[in-house]
């Protein structure tokens, strides 16, 4: 047996640097945290090659004392906290005093730095995490420290780091989940003597959102705004149309701490369910402040993970803060035009050719729904079978109007804003979770007149009011108030025994599952039993069902359950609802009459409807200025 023994301080300080300094970015975090714990207004951070031959953070905070500089360099030294009670309830980003020592032992260091009280500052030199030498300089107040050739001496550290752009991407990503989690920092990030980042600091955090994440994800955002039980939350987050690919444009922060919560990530997604497009995510900046003393942040080397007290009230703070923030949303998206170009008109030309082309959406515009038995051209279409009646509402014809012309006015006129802003949100909906703080009702939008002009491609409402023209997808409109009603009717599908049991035989793994899940499969309406040699049988299902589909469902809960620990009989319920309103509604494509348009157009101009169950947009905006830009009237 080998023998034990202790191992040498060098080389348990390069074990226990490995914890804390993966990569240069982790470098550029520890120092940018150490500089807003000491009062910094504005953190420089410079690095080149990825960071990996150089990286230097300045900030103008505190400083530190000439005779304490190389105290700050030893391990679990720090001015953070003093004894064990000071972990219960901590209130800076760094607290374990490791982060100086980790990286002076696996680089080479120079620090300056002078606090407000001394006249002059003091400059140390490290390598390896020895001392080389300290000697007084001249120096700005607050503290500048640089690293060079990181790792050089753990050379199995250094050949598995990325290529320097990859390190030099990660150490970005890292000053600006900094720059959002303080926006009153005024953070500037240089890479390679080119800047690429700079934040004003004026405290707001829509001016960091818009200089760190860019225009176009800034102004589809809106604004989150909400409270708890001794939290609170802000920030932004997207509109349901502008939601993305991937959860990348996430950011979640709990008293100023960047870290990954998988409790706040479930409660914004959960707010957008039926809202958003399947596979698309929402982004968002969300601030959550609780007492210290009810969240602990000291159960990851990295500090990114925490746990709560109470993860249910964080959950329906965050739930509540942008469910409020989607129902304020009365906006709509706008159709983009790209400038019309001046060219030259030949004397055969009769008309000005734009280079424009189709008029483009903010998202892609939603296909038209592919049905058969559509009728040739000019020729009417009877009432879908099932589709649920669309009855317009009488409305007094404003002064003015033609006899005969389609004319009313909307309950609620929706105007879209120039970008998104602070606005008014309705109460959201009860659920079984301690409520936040409701905000105050809208006010009451002035009515302003609107008339159907006709429909494009029997696809489209083509509705004008005012200075602008909204174009309503009737499909997407309608199978949105379809589902809204089949949901608040508390639908619930009806199991059906059938006549011969539908046997067949999964793989092991999944037929265990099936088995020691019998009773959630009664929820989702199944009823499965053994059926010898390692099949199953069905001999109740849900109605919605058909017997060749039976199989596959079943196969598909058993695969939820083995990579995801539960499946939800509710986003099952979702999902059936989904089909039944899409199946019910008024097709693409299909011809309806006057007074169906109107109902279409009285629902989405209301406000009613401004999404369909799958997240796309029912309308967009068209208005007169752009339609005069591309005219050459204005």
């Given at each position: 047996?080998?023998?034990?023994?202790?191992?040498?301080?060098?080389?348990?300080?390069?074990?226990?640097?490995?914890?804390?300094?993966?990569?240069?970015?982790?470098?550029?975090?520890?120092?940018?945290?150490?500089?807003?714990?000491?009062?910094?207004?504005?953190?420089?951070?410079?690095?080149?090659?990825?960071?990996?031959?150089?990286i230097r953070v300045t900030d103008d905070g505190c400083g530190?004392?000439?005779?304490?500089?190389?105290?700050?360099?030893?391990?679990?030294?720090?001015?953070?906290?003093?004894?064990?009670?000071?972990?219960?309830?901590?209130?800076?980003?760094?607290?374990?005093?490791?982060?100086?020592?980790?990286?002076?032992?696996?680089?080479?260091?120079?620090?300056?730095?002078?606090?407000?009280?001394?006249?002059?500052?003091?400059?140390?030199?490290?390598?390896?995490?020895?001392?080389?030498?300290?000697?007084?300089?001249?120096?700005?107040?607050?503290?500048?420290?640089?690293?060079?050739?990181?790792?050089?001496?753990?050379?199995?550290?250094?050949?598995?780091?990325?290529?320097?752009?990859?390190?030099?991407?990660?150490?970005?990503?890292?000053?600006?989940?900094?720059?959002?989690?303080?926006?009153?920092?005024?953070?500037?990030?240089?890479?390679?003597?080119?800047?690429?980042?700079?934040?004003?600091?004026?405290?707001?955090?829509?001016?960091?959102?818009?200089?760190?994440?860019?225009?176009?994800?800034?102004?589809?955002?809106?604004?989150?705004?909400?409270?708890?039980?001794?939290?609170?939350?802000?920030?932004?987050?997207?509109?349901?149309?502008?939601?993305?690919?991937?959860?990348?444009?996430?950011?979640?922060?709990?008293?100023?701490?960047?870290?990954?919560?998988?409790?706040?990530?479930?409660?914004?997604?959960?707010?957008?369910?039926?809202?958003?497009?399947?596979?698309?995510?929402?982004?968002?900046?969300?601030?959550?402040?609780?007492?210290?003393?009810?969240?602990?942040?000291?159960?990851?080397?990295?500090?990114?993970?925490?746990?709560?007290?109470?993860?249910?009230?964080?959950?329906?703070?965050?739930?509540?803060?942008?469910?409020?923030?989607?129902?304020?949303?009365?906006?709509?998206?706008?159709?983009?035009?790209?400038?019309?170009?001046?060219?030259?008109?030949?004397?055969?030309?009769?008309?000005?050719?734009?280079?424009?082309?189709?008029?483009?959406?903010?998202?892609?515009?939603?296909?038209?729904?592919?049905?058969?038995?559509?009728?040739?051209?000019?020729?009417?279409?009877?009432?879908?079978?099932?589709?649920?009646?669309?009855?317009?509402?009488?409305?007094?014809?404003?002064?003015?109007?033609?006899?005969?012309?389609?004319?009313?006015?909307?309950?609620?006129?929706?105007?879209?804003?120039?970008?998104?802003?602070?606005?008014?949100?309705?109460?959201?909906?009860?659920?079984?979770?301690?409520?936040?703080?409701?905000?105050?009702?809208?006010?009451?939008?002035?009515?302003?007149?609107?008339?159907?002009?006709?429909?494009?491609?029997?696809?489209?409402?083509?509705?004008?009011?005012?200075?602008?023209?909204?174009?309503?997808?009737?499909?997407?409109?309608?199978?949105?108030?379809?589902?809204?009603?089949?949901?608040?009717?508390?639908?619930?599908?009806?199991?059906?025994?059938?006549?011969?049991?539908?046997?067949?035989?999964?793989?092991?793994?999944?037929?265990?599952?099936?088995?020691?899940?019998?009773?959630?499969?009664?929820?989702?309406?199944?009823?499965?039993?053994?059926?010898?040699?390692?099949?199953?049988?069905?001999?109740?299902?849900?109605?919605?069902?058909?017997?060749?589909?039976?199989?596959?469902?079943?196969?598909?809960?058993?695969?939820?359950?083995?990579?995801?620990?539960?499946?939800?009989?509710?986003?099952?319920?979702?999902?059936?609802?989904?089909?039944?309103a899409c199946k019910a509604a008024i097709k693409g494509g299909?011809?309806?009459?006057?007074?169906?348009?109107?109902?279409?157009?009285?629902?989405?101009?209301?406000?009613?409807?401004?999404?369909?169950?799958?997240?796309?947009?029912?309308?967009?905006?068209?208005?007169?200025?752009?339609?005069?830009?591309?005219?050459?009237?204005?």
């Amino acid at each position: 047996m080998p023998a034990i023994r202790q191992l040498e301080p060098h080389v348990a300080d390069l074990i226990a640097a490995g914890e804390v300094v993966e990569r240069p970015a982790s470098v550029v975090k520890e120092l940018m945290e150490n500089a807003i714990d000491a009062g910094a207004n504005a953190v420089t951070v410079e690095i080149a090659h990825g960071g990996m031959s150089f990286i230097r953070v300045t900030d103008d905070g505190c400083g530190i004392p000439a005779d304490q500089v190389q105290t700050a360099f030893l391990r679990h030294a720090t001015s953070k906290i003093a004894n064990q009670f000071d972990l219960e309830a901590i209130g800076t980003l760094g607290f374990r005093g490791e982060a100086l020592a980790a990286i002076a032992a696996v680089s080479r260091v120079e620090l300056l730095t002078r606090p407000a009280q001394a006249e002059l500052g003091a400059a140390l030199t490290l390598e390896g995490g020895k001392v080389l030498g300290q000697e007084e300089a001249g120096c700005p107040l607050g503290t500048t420290l640089v690293v060079r050739d990181l790792f050089f001496n753990t050379p199995a550290r250094q050949k598995f780091l990325k290529k320097d752009a990859a390190e030099g991407a990660a150490v970005f990503a890292v000053v600006q989940r900094v720059a959002l989690s303080h926006p009153e920092l005024s953070v500037k990030f240089i890479r390679d003597g080119r800047q690429e980042l700079l934040t004003p600091g004026d405290g707001q955090l829509k001016s960091a959102v818009y200089a760190v994440l860019g225009r176009d994800i800034a102004l589809g955002l809106l604004p989150v705004a909400g409270s708890g039980p001794n939290m609170s939350v802000s920030g932004f987050t997207s509109m349901p149309m502008c939601c993305r690919g991937s959860r990348s444009y996430q950011h979640f922060f709990v008293n100023g701490r960047h870290v990954k919560s998988r409790t706040m990530m479930a409660a914004v997604e959960e707010a957008y369910k039926n809202q958003k497009m399947v596979g698309r995510f929402p982004s968002c900046v969300i601030h959550l402040k609780v007492r210290p003393n009810e969240v602990d942040v000291n159960v990851h080397p990295a500090k990114t993970e925490v746990k709560f007290q109470s993860e249910q009230q964080v959950f329906s703070t965050v739930y509540h803060g942008v469910l409020s923030a989607l129902g304020g949303d009365q906006s709509r998206p706008q159709a983009v035009l790209r400038e019309a170009r001046e060219d030259t008109v030949t004397p055969n030309q009769t008309a000005l050719p734009l280079r424009s082309g189709p008029a483009q959406l903010l998202t892609p515009p939603p296909a038209v729904e592919k049905e058969q038995g559509r009728s040739p051209e000019g020729t009417a279409l009877p009432p879908e079978p099932g589709a649920a009646p669309l009855q317009p509402q009488p409305h007094p014809a404003p002064a003015g109007e033609e006899e005969g012309a389609v004319a009313c006015f909307a309950p609620a006129a929706v105007t879209a804003p120039a970008q998104p802003g602070p606005s008014p949100a309705p109460a959201p909906p009860a659920v079984a979770r301690p409520r936040t703080q409701e905000p105050k009702a809208p006010a009451p939008a002035r009515e302003e007149p609107w008339r159907v002009r006709g429909e494009l491609f029997r696809t489209y409402v083509m509705v004008e009011q005012g200075d602008k023209v909204v174009l309503i997808d009737k499909h997407a409109a309608h199978e949105r108030v379809n589902f809204d009603r089949l949901k608040a009717e508390d639908y619930q599908p009806m199991v059906q025994r059938l006549l011969t049991p539908v046997s067949f035989t999964p793989a092991p793994e999944e037929r265990a599952i099936l088995l020691e899940r019998l009773p959630l499969l009664a929820q989702f309406g199944f009823e499965v039993e053994e059926f010898g040699a390692g099949a199953l049988a069905v001999r109740a299902a849900p109605d919605y069902l058909d017997a060749g589909e039976i199989e596959p469902a079943l196969v598909e809960l058993a695969r939820r359950i083995r990579h995801t620990g539960a499946a939800d009989p509710a986003q099952a319920r979702d999902e059936l609802l989904h089909t039944m309103a899409c199946k019910a509604a008024i097709k693409g494509g299909q011809r309806n009459g006057p007074q169906e348009l109107e109902a279409v157009a009285q629902m989405v101009l209301s406000g009613q409807v401004r999404y369909c169950p799958h997240g796309r947009p029912v309308a967009i905006e068209l208005t007169r200025a752009q339609l005069e830009k591309q005219f050459k009237r204005t």
